[in-house]
């Protein structure tokens, strides 16, 4: 779908055109220039005077409905008309797959990837706005969707080791900047083979899936929990800057897991291994490294535990 999205002064009219979009700047063949020029027709002040029916659709309107409106009215942001006019400034008049959401007439939110140009007199002062819109919701959706994906786990939900590790970096730089310390705590579940042999994969995968459930309920939204693979976990604690205050949050996470499992006769713990920036690791992958050490220490000594390395 080609379309219009006029956006100076507080109204304008639109319409809509079927038909592949002309690259900004290209004038149109002969045949189209008429209905190309007529796209986005935009008069600063005024309401909207004629619309082609793809457009009226897409509002949600009837067509003769569509008479009248003003469509700086329908940015789905506060700042979408003052946005578009800006990136038109700043690209020379001129914006190419320029994305915008929009807002129906019921509230609901759309996408418009616009190709547009300031329409100029003879004096080269604009004096309104033309051009070509698609609609690219589906689009959006599927890349963000895929973009959710490449930085969570498929299972859980949660954020993957590398989207952990991404934000492990960003962690390490603002506290470096503000001269603070944070905590990292390294989780491997307890007792997590057995339910896999007794039980099978299936009851496996849904244990996996309820402590994570637990884990991101009982911690912060501030903080980021991640499944770094198989039955261990992470969680970056951000604030929080002495080991005691690190260690009360992995025994409250201890606790959690240990809860009972629903419909399973046995249960699942956690040894957690703590790290603290900058004291256990300058870089990420010291203080994973550390964690990690201090994790298998809690095993070595019982598990169902937390511990720091000892210094």
Known sequence: MAGVLPARGRGGDAAQHAGPAPPVGVR?????????????????????????????????????????????????????????????????????????????????????????????????????????????????????????????????????????????????????????????????LDGFKEINDSHGHHAGDATLTLVAERLAAALRDSDTVARMGGDEFAALLEGIGSADDALTVAQKLIETVRAPLPDLPCRVSTSVGVALFPRDGADSDALLRSADQAMYRAKRLGKNRCEVNPY
């Open 28 to 188: 149109p063949p002969r045949h189209r220039r008429q209905s190309a020029r007529r796209l986005l027709p935009h008069r600063p002040r005024r309401p909207c005077r004629h619309g082609l029916p793809q457009f009226a659709r897409e509002f949600g309107f009837d067509q003769r409905e569509v008479l009248g409106i003003q469509i700086a009215d329908y940015y789905a942001e506060p700042d979408g008309r003052s946005a578009f006019l800006a990136a038109l400034e700043r690209n020379g008049g001129q914006v190419r797959q320029y994305e915008v959401p929009m807002r129906r007439r019921d509230g609901t939110v759309f996408w418009l990837s616009v190709n547009a140009v300031f329409r100029r007199d003879d004096g080269g002062r604009p004096i309104g706005i033309e051009g070509i819109a698609r609609n690219i919701t589906e689009q959006r959706a599927t890349s963000e969707r895929l973009r959710h994906l490449a930085g969570h786990d498929a299972l859980t939900g949660l954020c993957n080791r590398l989207l952990f590790e991404d934000r492990l970096d960003h962690a390490i730089a603002r506290a470096r900047r503000d001269n603070r310390s944070f905590a990292l705590l390294f989780l491997d």
